[in-house]
């Protein structure tokens, strides 16, 4: 049996940084228009992992509510998003609104999704922005993203995609979908790169770009 942490506010929920072992679910649902100064959960802002590199390794439940007008402006910082790095298990949330700006692996639920990691029954509408392996929902995902999407605009130099940058070897996306529009190099209305799998998954966003560009995916070297 899990122990739950309530979070009822946007300083609660910037404090999961100090215990990124712990199982925390969303009270209600927030409004981060005022907030500055955001530290992705699971770094220190400055682009080091926390909790010995593990990032957030607990379950984040968002009980079906929503994050909204969440800006996070980190241009020259990699693993920006709500969570910047995890390992653990992130569900039921909504990111509505806001935007993202990062340097690499940029999402605006989550920057870098550790192998084992997972993401659930989420989205994002907000739009994100980047260089490297940047994504409406996930930017990196080495995990599994199920049930999920964005609609978002997304953009940046290269591995862009509606609703993930990179889905790596081994990681997989299931039953999930993009609509934002999609710009960069090696972009796609999903994924700019995909080397794992996705199934039961679409996109609908305009997509343009260098490199390889596709509706779906951008570059393929996994299983779709």
Do not use: C, K
């Not at 929503?66 to 569900?91: D, K, M, Q």
């Amino acid at each position: 049996a899990h122990l739950f942490s309530l979070v009822f506010s946007m300083a609660q929920l910037q404090a999961i940084n100090s215990h990124l072992s712990g199982d925390y679910a969303l009270a209600s649902s927030l409004d981060g228009s005022s907030v500055t100064g955001w530290v992705p959960l699971g770094t220190d802002g400055a682009g080091t992992i926390s909790n010995s590199g593990n990032g957030f390794s607990g379950i984040f439940d968002g009980l079906g509510n929503t994050v909204s007008n969440l800006t996070i402006n980190l241009p020259v910082i990699s693993e920006v998003g709500l969570f910047g790095y995890s390992s653990g298990a992130i569900r039921n949330i909504g990111m509505i609104g806001g935007s993202m700006n990062g340097s690499n692996y940029v999402g605006e639920l989550v920057g870098y999704n550790y192998i084992g990691a997972t993401v659930s029954n989420s989205y994002a509408t907000g739009s994100v922005n980047g260089g490297a392996y940047v994504g409406g929902l996930v930017g990196g995902n080495l995990g599994t993203i199920s049930n999920s999407y964005s609609t978002g605009s997304v953009s940046g130099t290269s591995d862009i995609g509606g609703l993930v940058g990179v889905n790596a070897a081994g990681a997989g996306i299931s039953n999930s979908y993009a609509l934002g529009s999609v710009g960069g190099s090696q972009v796609g209305g999903l994924a700019g790169e995909n080397d794992g799998t996705v199934s039961d998954s679409y996109a609908t966003g305009n997509v343009s770009g260098g490199g390889s560009v596709g509706g779906l995916v951008g570059v393929n070297g996994g299983t779709v």
